[in-house]
């Protein structure tokens, strides 16, 4: 089992960056594909972006290609999410998630574990 821990949300302005940080803790990190997913109100959990646990390949929604940039840092245990251009939009709920045997679709509902979400607020 793996505890996951976020942290970095806040309220910025339009065209500012924040930084999302997931702290892993408990079975090894490295074994585990770890996504990013946001929820904002009223409407269902989306995916966000992804890193895969072997070969390291990112996957982005296509809302926030270009903008976002998805890490992992093994040696801390921690994954990012650096958001730049950030919109009125991009306002929900982050939340870290982990699966350590996920398919080659990044669904919310074949994610085992999540952490309990940061809030961001974008202000226009």
């Known amino acids: 089992q793996v505890q996951l821990v976020e942290s970095g949300g806040g309220l910025v302005q339009a065209g500012g960056s924040l930084r999302l940080s997931c702290v892993a803790s408990?079975?090894?990190?490295?074994?585990?594909?770890m996504g990013w997913f946001r929820q904002a109100p009223g409407k269902e959990r989306e995916f966000v972006a992804g890193?895969?646990?072997?070969?390291?390949?990112?996957a982005y929604s296509d809302s926030v290609r270009g903008r976002f940039t998805i890490s992992r840092d093994y040696a801390k245990n921690t994954m990012n999410l650096q958001m730049n251009s950030l919109k009125p939009e991009d306002t929900a709920v982050y939340y870290c998630?982990?699966?350590?045997?996920?398919?080659?679709?990044?669904?919310?509902?074949?994610?085992?574990?999540w952490g309990k979400g940061t809030l961001v607020t974008v202000s226009s």
């Open positions: 890193i895969r646990r072997s070969s390291g390949r990112t």
């Open positions: 408990g079975r090894t990190f490295s074994s585990y594909d």
């Open positions: 998630a982990a699966d350590p045997t996920l398919g080659s679709s990044w669904y919310p509902g074949d994610m085992d574990y």
